[in-house]
């Protein structure tokens, strides 16, 4: 491009009509890169501070893109000059007046740009090791102001506080004392350390490296960066600890590394080096990789190592550095195989924890357990760790427990109890008894789960597995029931207790103990207490005594049957205070000292008193005190209530009692006499009647005096009043002599009736004259026996039953031939025996009936004797058990009297037959003459209707109900019972063609149209039928016009329909309920028609009526085949 000129400027400016101006050209000859564009964005021309910025480049006709215009409005434009590097410069336009050309004032800010992004760029890099660096850091002025920090400060201070700070003095004190402090000089460092505190509470220990800045600014800026030291400080605190605790503990470690050798705890790189170098571990095997810097030979093993060898582990001189410099010749020969096992793990870098005796040198028989680690480093470096320990006293004190185990097993198995120790719910150890206890085959191995201790047991497996989950310190106890397996083996009951123990060498684990024990005999006796518990509340509350226990003066307690002798509830009896049951306090004080004084002396006082009951009354009592416990006053008393008010009220009222008794006694008629040792003391009115003579003559006599001279009179028997117990009769029947000389027949009981006036006993005699009733017996019998002679000749049948069997009892000829057997044969029989299987059903329905009545029950029955039918008209009477004449009751009994009237019924058919033959005949011959006049009636109403033709409608109507009557009467001339009902209507319906000279058309149909003579009409109905059918044939030849008229018969096993139709039309609004009963038309047919067994209706048919009769049972009915035929 040339160089920009005034010429060239004002050229463009004369061409634009620009007024030119000096500061227009001091603008563009100035030191500022300038251009000129027109209003399209086209440069125009650039002058020479432009064109050296930017080289040897043609700006002319360029566009510029995105420009905009207005009054010095600033622009960035990006220039690339010839070099191909784009300058970025500030454009300032200022619009040229009365043009469209526009000034633009360029400054080149490139290089400042170029420094802006380098500088942004090393910031970004800075932020990026910043938030890299995982310990916290951050910069802050003398003020504490916070400048910038990292991410890691930022999830720090996150904790700390709620909200970002701004400024240290925000911080916690602790941390703030941390970070703030002496400000070092410039370019030095400084470190602080403190114990400062996390929000959860846990110290930690912090260390800070502090630098000042050295830079233009004037306040000092301060870099801190944070590390958190309490790892650090935890690490050496535990290899302190370890020290220690392997120290104490008599603990010997050893670790192999591939490049470093054998270490130990606490030794230096050195020391590890000099071990590895100057000998190996007497016990520790090789690793299985072999490092670079091993110096030792990868297949060594530990028991090439000499004696001497062990004292360079033995820097400390201690007991587990000896026992570490064991060899083979030292193991013990029971444990040679696993020492074997432990080299070979060693060798082979396995893990293995391993047991085994030595006998060293010094110290003798020890037991070493040695365990072999392999690990691997996070570098990735394999190492393995031999730790060995003396458990000599462990084993000793396991040989020991193991023994007091085994000792404590046989008295737990001796005393009966199962004992089982459970930890993770995994069996550890228990005793044999348990898994005989529990139904198990055998000792359960360790190792078994808690759940399978219980599988021979379902239900107590469910309780224990239910209620473990509960389990506290206070455990549970269940009791079971284990039935035995062997035959005949009583079941045995069980009790079994859980408890939860802490193991002192596991605090965190629950251990479980388990133990079983038989309580069978515990059961056994707490059955039998129970039992006699029960039966105790059985005899308190269930005794008719009432029983009560007293303490301090009060009722404590009471049974029911006391609360009903006094009439208070039981519940309220307790707390009655004692005295309440007495009639006055006076009372009370003088029995108490009484019943203080006798149970202190004898432990038992009884008496009787009155005792006074709820409502104010008082009964008469006897009652029993004691102590509830013999000489224990303070256990209160136990005291007995027992009614003796009646025997109290008898005993006031005996001798009124024993005047009335001797007044009644007096006055029956059976003989009383009192006897004592010493002969008769008393007789009743009845015995001195009987014995002849008063009381006077009697006192003091023996009783037998009145006997007959007969060596076993009863009234000589000595022994009754010794040895008949009080209340027992002695039953005799014997003859006496009177005074006056008469003998008579007495039946009597002896009986002990108490002790007489001088305490001795009495004998009660009781006499009753019989001497009638004997005779009356010798009647009885003689007529029994007249009745027999008069049975057995009697020539009807007469058998007598057992009234519960209804077996022959007795049975004369008569009878027994009904039978056709023999007498003998048939007493005790059946009555099938007697009346044949199809008859006796019947006959023992009908002596049942009988047998409840008191009334004569009469029957006849039809049986076949020899061949032929005969009928018996039978009698049954119930014969009720009275007293013989020895005064035993008979048996109930059933007489059957039965006579044959085969030949009488067979008269009374005949003469009933011969008078129903003669009633049919004058039946038909009735009928016959009805008929007659019937018709002859009929044709004399003709005859007046022809010769009165204004009746003759009316007469014609009566003529046909008299044809139809006639007509019934005609049918029944020739047959007797129910009338044929089809033929009743096809006689009813010719008498009405024969009438009206016309046909009606009938059609015959239904299921029994073929058996349409089997429906049957009764006698009663027939001429209602009658009438009601000419009715309605009547009245639809009438009403019907000269069109044909059709009747339909349907005959169905339930009914019959009588349908007829003929032309015609009903009146509007005709309803046949309407038309009310009358002596002529439908009016006649309603009244006519049974109601229960008919139904009539008339409906229109287009133009035809319909009217239809419904018949069914009872006003008709169908008959049996062979009678309709």
């Keep these: 491009m040339d160089q920009s000129a005034p010429d060239p400027l004002r050229s463009l400016l004369s061409k634009r009509s620009v007024v030119w101006s000096s500061l227009l050209a001091g603008l563009w000859e100035g030191p500022w890169p300038a251009l000129i564009f027109d209003a399209h964005g086209q440069v125009l021309l650039a002058n020479a501070r432009l064109v050296e910025l930017l080289g040897p480049v043609t700006l002319k006709s360029r566009r510029l893109s995105g420009h905009q215009t207005g009054h010095h409005r600033a622009q960035e434009l990006r220039l690339v000059d010839d070099q191909q590097q784009e300058h970025l410069l500030q454009a300032s336009l200022h619009p040229l007046e009365d043009s469209d050309l526009t000034l633009a004032l360029l400054q080149d800010h490139s290089t400042e740009r170029a420094a802006r992004e380098r500088a942004d760029r090393m910031q970004a890099e800075i932020d990026q090791w910043l938030d890299l660096c995982p310990l916290p850091a951050l910069m802050h002025d003398d003020q504490g102001l916070l400048l910038r920090y990292n991410a890691a400060f930022t999830g720090l201070v996150r904790r700390l506080c709620p909200q970002p700070p701004v400024s240290l003095h925000e911080l916690p004190p602790d941390w703030r004392a941390l970070l703030t402090g002496p400000i070092p000089e410039p370019g030095t460092e400084l470190q602080r350390q403190a114990l400062v505190a996390e929000p959860q509470g846990r110290p930690c220990w912090m260390r800070v490296r502090i630098r000042r800045l050295a830079g233009p600014w004037g306040r000092p800026r301060l870099v801190l960066m944070l590390e958190d030291r309490s790892r650090d400080q935890a690490l050496e605190l535990a290899h302190q600890q370890l020290q220690t605790l392997m120290d104490t503990a008599g603990v010997g470690l050893a670790t192999f590394q591939p490049d470093a050798g054998w270490s130990r705890p606490g030794e230096s790189l050195d020391e590890a080096a000099l071990l590895d170098g100057g000998g190996h571990m007497g016990t520790s095997g090789t690793s299985g990789n072999s490092g670079k810097g091993s110096t030792r030979n990868a297949t060594g093993s530990p028991e090439a190592a000499q004696p001497g060898a062990a004292g360079a582990l033995d820097v400390r001189a201690s007991k587990p550095s000896a026992l570490q410099g064991v060899n083979r010749d030292m193991v013990d020969p029971a444990s040679r195989a696993e020492y074997e096992k432990l080299q070979q793990a060693i060798k082979h870098n396995q893990p293995v924890a391993l047991r085994y005796a030595v006998r060293h040198p010094e110290m003798g028989l020890r037991w070493l357990l040695t365990r072999v680690e392999p690990g691997q480093l996070s570098s990735g470096q394999r190492t393995t760790s031999v730790l060995t320990l003396d458990v000599t006293d462990n084993q000793q004190a396991q040989a020991r427990y193991e023994l007091l185990l085994r000792e404590l097993g046989a008295m737990l198995d001796g005393a009966g109890l199962g004992l089982a120790y459970f930890r993770k719910q995994r069996l550890l150890r228990s005793n044999g008894a348990l898994g005989r206890m529990l139904g198990m085959a055998g000792e359960p191995e360790p190792g078994t789960p808690f759940e399978a201790l219980f599988q021979a047991l379902p239900l107590l497996h469910g309780e224990v597995v239910a209620a473990l989950p509960g389990l506290d310190d206070q455990g549970l106890e269940f009791e079971f029931e284990w039935p035995g ?10 009790a079994l207790s859980l408890r939860r123990v802490v193991p002192p060498e596991a605090p965190e684990e629950q251990a479980l103990v388990v133990v079983v024990s038989d309580i069978s005999r515990l059961k056994a006796q707490q059955a039998q207490l129970e039992a006699l518990a029960q039966d105790r509340e059985l005899m308190f509350d269930l005794s008719d005594v009432g029983i009560a226990i007293l303490r301090d003066d009060r009722l404590v307690r009471a049974n029911e049957a006391l609360g009903h002798l006094l009439g208070y509830r039981p519940d309220d009896l307790a707390a009655l205070p004692h005295a309440e049951l007495f009639d006055s306090p006076a009372e009370f004080e003088h029995e108490r000292r009484v019943v203080a004084k006798v149970l202190s002396a004898d432990g038992l006082w009884r008496g009787e008193r009155r005792v006074r009951r709820r409502d104010g009354s008082t009964i008469w009592m006897q009652v029993s005190k004691r102590y509830v416990r013999a000489g224990q006053p303070d256990t209160g008393i136990i005291a007995t209530y027992l009614s003796v008010d009646e025997r109290h009220r008898a005993q006031q009222s005996l001798l009124l009692q024993t005047e009335r008794e001797r007044a009644v006694l007096d006055s029956v008629l059976v003989g009383i006499v009192t006897v004592g040792r010493h002969g008769i003391e008393w007789m009743n009115r009845s015995a001195r009647r009987m014995f002849g003579g008063d009381l006077a003559a009697f006192a ?35 003859r006496l002599v009177a005074r006056d000389g008469r ?91 007697l009346f044949g299987s199809e008859q006796a059903a019947e006959v023992r329905n009908d002596m049942e009936f009988a047998l409840n009545s008191s009334e004569v029950l009469q029957r006849e029955y039809r049986l076949q004797v020899g061949g032929r039918a005969r009928v018996w008209d039978t009698r049954l009477l119930h014969l009720s058990g009275v007293n013989d004449a020895s005064g035993e009751v008979e048996p109930e009994q059933l007489l059957l009297v039965a006579s044959d009237v085969t030949q009488q019924r067979a008269q009374e058919a005949a003469r009933l037959e011969a008078a129903i033959a003669q009633r049919e005949l004058l039946v038909r011959e009735v009928h016959h003459r009805i008929k007659n006049n019937l018709q002859g009636v009929a044709g004399l109403l003709q005859q007046i209707a022809a010769r009165r033709p204004e009746v003759a409608t009316v007469i014609n109507e009566a003529v046909g109900q008299v044809q139809a009557i006639a007509q019934v009467y005609g049918l029944q001339v020739g047959d ?94 005709f309803d046949l309920t309407q038309i009310r009963g009358g002596v002529s038309g439908l009016g006649l047919v309603r009244a006519l028609l049974p109601r229960r067994s008919a139904l009539l209706s008339l409906t229109q048919e287009g133009h035809r009526v319909v009217c239809e009769l419904s018949l069914w049972p009872p006003g008709v009915s169908l008959l049996a085949p062979g009678r309709a035929s």
């Design 700 to 734: 003091g006599q023996p009783i037998s005096m009145v006997a007959t001279d007969a060596p076993d009179h009863p009234f000589r028997q000595t022994h009754y009043l010794d040895e008949l117990t009080e209340g027992q009769a002695e039953t005799f029947e014997c």
């Design 743 to 833: 003998e008579f027949w007495v039946v009597g009981n002896a009986v002990v009736t108490g002790s007489g006036a001088d305490g001795e006993r009495q004998l009660t005699y009781a006499l009753l004259d019989i001497e009638r009733r004997r005779q009356a017996e010798a009647q009885s019998e003689q007529a029994q026996a007249s009745l027999q002679r008069i049975i057995e000749a009697a020539p009807i049948a007469i058998s007598l039953h057992d009234a519960r069997t209804l077996q022959v009892r007795q049975i004369n000829q008569a009878a027994a031939a009904l039978a056709g057997r023999e007498e003998e044969e048939l007493i005790g029989a059946s009555l099938e025996a």
């Design 976 to 1069: 007797s019972g129910p009338l044929r009902l089809r033929k009743v209507i096809e006689a009813v319906l010719g008498s009405v063609q024969r009438m009206f000279g016309r046909e009606i058309q009938v059609e015959v149909g239904g299921l029994l149209a073929e058996e349409s003579y089997r429906w049957g009409l009764p006698e009663v109905e027939a001429i209602p039928i009658a009438l009601t059918l000419n009715e309605l044939f009547t009245n639809a030849l009438k009403h019907g016009g000269q069109a044909p008229v059709r009747c339909e018969l349907v005959f169905d096993p339930e009914q019959v329909l009588l349908r007829v139709v003929n032309e015609g039309t009903l009146p509007a609004g």
């Design 485 to 494: 397996t062997a035959s005949g083996q009583e079941p045995r009951w069980h």
